[in-house]
């Protein structure tokens, strides 16, 4: 059998890069579907940050913040204005349990990863506040409010004997214990008045992709991920494409083809793992620290904590990325070394009738 015709040569080194590009995209696109657009992984990203463990910091900061007036009403932020916010955390810990914020945290990862995956063009995340009223409504959770607020000064406690009518006269404070059995019952039907007032629920965000309005990025993302399984099934067909035909026209004989093979295989392998490590090295260092300063402003230790869920995550990605990387690069190494002990065919090309 003879060499390679020219003709012959330039399609099997067109196919072969065409083959090597195909699987580059896929050590990079095939995470994304497995990680990135999954919603388990984010949820096992907070759970395994302790969001949970913080999150009566995130409540506190929502309820009583410096929005809280806007989003609660003016009559209860009369009393959370007053409160301190240590003791706030400890009163929302016992007070809600941390499933209710996984639940709300849940709710909301799937209402985004739905709208992805082209459920409608309306994006609404909130928080549902109902479990919070009806808790926060019980005598004792109502007590422990009033226990929270600064103790009763002398003066506050003659505007109390002096009762001259409406809930603006009540000071909102700590009151004895001597006198709080009769106290209670005044203020019990007033702050009731003011968990009447929050609403069922809180709106975070809304986005929608009719909105003239809406950006062109976010737009062209949503679109990416509702066609991610149409991409992935392009790259495959591509990528069998590609090898057959470049196994069609490689050679001659199958040593060289092997050989050809395995050659595009490990340059795919390897560009594609030493593309990873830059990116890893750019998501743990300049990333990191973007995500950090958009998220530092948040009360406490949630911004430490998202950092650390983002961290996981894009660490998550590069590690599916390596794996898949490392098996390319491997059964690219395996048949280059089968097509040099196995074959033992000298009559065909060598490497110089290779890719």
């Given at each position: 059998?003879?060499?390679?015709?020219?003709?012959?040569?330039i399609?099997?080194?067109?196919?072969?890069?065409?083959?090597?590009?195909?699987?580059?995209?896929?050590?990079?696109?095939?995470?994304?579907?497995?990680?990135?657009?999954?919603p388990?992984?984010?949820?096992?990203?907070?759970?395994?940050?302790?969001?949970?463990?913080?999150?009566?910091?995130?409540?506190?900061g929502?309820?009583?913040?410096?929005?809280?007036?806007?989003?609660?009403?003016?009559?209860l932020?009369?009393?959370?204005s007053?409160?301190?916010?240590?003791?706030?955390?400890?009163?929302?810990?016992?007070?809600?349990?941390?499933?209710?914020?996984?639940?709300?945290?849940?709710?909301?990862?799937?209402?985004?990863?739905?709208?992805?995956?082209?459920?409608?063009?309306?994006?609404?995340?909130?928080?549902?506040?109902?479990?919070?009223?009806?808790?926060?409504?019980?005598?004792?959770?109502?007590?422990?409010?009033?226990?929270?607020?600064?103790?009763?000064?002398?003066?506050?406690?003659?505007?109390?004997?002096?009762l001259?009518?409406?809930?603006?006269?009540?000071?909102?404070?700590?009151?004895?214990?001597?006198?709080?059995?009769?106290?209670?019952?005044?203020?019990?039907?007033?702050?009731?008045?003011?968990?009447?007032q929050?609403?069922?629920?809180?709106?975070?965000?809304?986005?929608?992709?009719?909105?003239?309005?809406?950006?062109?990025?976010?737009?062209?993302?949503?679109?990416?991920?509702?066609?991610?399984?149409?991409?992935?099934?392009?790259?495959?067909?591509?990528?069998?494409?590609?090898?057959?035909?470049?196994?069609?026209?490689?050679?001659?004989?199958?040593?060289?083809?092997?050989?050809?093979?395995?050659?595009?295989?490990l340059?795919?392998?390897?560009?594609?793992?030493?593309?990873?490590?830059?990116?890893?090295?750019?998501?743990?260092?300049?990333?990191?620290?973007?995500?950090?300063?958009?998220?530092?402003?948040?009360?406490?230790?949630?911004?430490?904590?998202?950092?650390?869920?983002?961290?996981q995550?894009?660490?998550?990605?590069?590690?599916v990325?390596?794996?898949?990387?490392?098996?390319?690069?491997?059964?690219?190494?395996?048949?280059?070394?089968?097509?040099?002990?196995?074959?033992?065919?000298?009559?065909?090309?060598?490497?110089?009738?290779d890719?």
């Open positions: 059998m003879g060499k390679l015709s020219p003709t012959r040569r399609f099997s080194i067109l196919t072969g890069v065409l083959f090597c590009l195909v699987l580059i995209v896929s050590i990079f696109w095939i995470p994304v579907q497995k990680v990135l657009l999954r388990d992984v984010y949820k096992q990203a907070f759970q395994d940050q302790g969001f949970y463990r913080v999150y009566p910091q995130m409540v506190t929502l309820l009583f913040g410096e929005t809280s007036s806007s989003m609660l009403g003016n009559s932020n009369q009393i959370t007053r409160l301190d916010q240590e003791k706030v955390d400890q009163f929302i810990f016992s007070m809600i349990p941390p499933t209710w914020f996984q639940d709300q945290l849940n709710a909301n990862l799937d209402r985004v990863f739905a709208f992805l995956n082209g459920s409608g063009e309306t994006l609404s995340l909130g928080v549902d506040l109902a479990g919070i009223k009806t808790n926060l409504a019980e005598e004792g959770n109502i007590r422990g409010l009033i226990q929270l607020l600064p103790e009763c000064t002398a003066s506050d406690l003659t505007s109390l004997l002096s001259l009518g409406g809930e603006k006269n009540i000071p909102f404070c700590r009151f004895p214990d001597s006198v709080m059995g009769v106290v209670y019952p005044i203020i019990q039907p007033i702050v009731m008045n003011m968990i009447a929050i609403p069922d629920s809180i709106p975070l965000t809304s986005v929608s992709l009719e909105s003239n309005g809406s950006p062109t990025a976010l737009v062209t993302f949503v679109q990416i991920a509702r066609n991610a399984s149409t991409i992935g099934t392009t790259l495959a067909i591509l990528g069998i494409l590609f090898l057959v035909a470049m196994i069609l026209m490689s050679g001659p004989g199958w040593r060289a083809k092997i050989q050809t093979t395995g050659i595009v295989l340059s795919a392998g390897s560009v594609g793992l030493v593309m990873l490590l830059i990116l890893w090295l750019g998501l743990n260092s300049s990333a990191a620290a973007m995500v950090h300063a958009a998220v530092s402003s948040l009360p406490g230790e949630v911004g430490g904590v998202i950092t650390g869920v983002y961290l995550v894009a660490n998550n990605y590069v590690m990325a390596a794996l898949i990387g490392f098996v390319i690069l491997v059964l690219g190494v395996v048949l280059y070394v089968v097509s040099r002990t196995l074959f033992k065919d000298h009559s065909v090309a060598g490497p110089s009738g890719l």
